[in-house]
């Protein structure tokens, strides 16, 4: 709300349409409270928010608006989300398929290298691993788990990403 004071440019003589003083009345209603968010996506992304409301609004008005503007804001960010998670799902199934390929191509070496041996009297029976064999299989067999299990992580999150882009 403005106020017009009395004298210089309040309709008096010549210079009454160009120079005039304006005093700027508020009431406690008028006073905007601002708030700024800003998200920081990746590397390259941001993106700023700003609203604003009444000084004198209640707390209930300043968290609702404040909920608003975030849950938009993790909306946006969920977009993003999206393709970063299916891109680390698939890197994580070609890490295990890389891994799964070793551990065929590994085993299949020690059983011919067993059957070679077989052949010139050195080994008796079927194939067995030694020890050291064993333990490179177990941790391959681990690795995979740990890749399984990280790719189910990710499927969750990726589950959750598209609710929330859902629910905008």
Known sequence: MTK??????????????????????????????????????????SIVVQT???????????????D???????????????????LAKKMQEDQMGSVLENNMQTRAKWEKDWETQSASGKRRGGFTLNPQQHNTH??????????????GAIETQIRETEKLIAAG
């Open 68 to 86: 608003k503007v975030w849950l938009a804001l993790d909306r946006i960010n969920a977009r993003y989300r999206l393709d970063e998670l299916k």
């Open 52 to 66: 604003h409301t009444t000084q004198a609004a209640p707390a209930a008005e300043l968290n609702a608006l404040l």
């Open 138 to 151: 177990q941790q391959q067999v681990a690795m995979i788990e740990r890749h399984k299990k990280e790719i």
């Open 4 to 45: 017009r004071r009395e004298g210089v440019g309040a309709g008096v003589g010549s210079l009454a349409s160009t120079a005039h003083k304006v005093e700027t009345v508020y009431s406690g209603d008028d006073i905007a409270l601002g708030i700024t968010c800003q998200l920081t996506i990746g590397e390259r992304r």
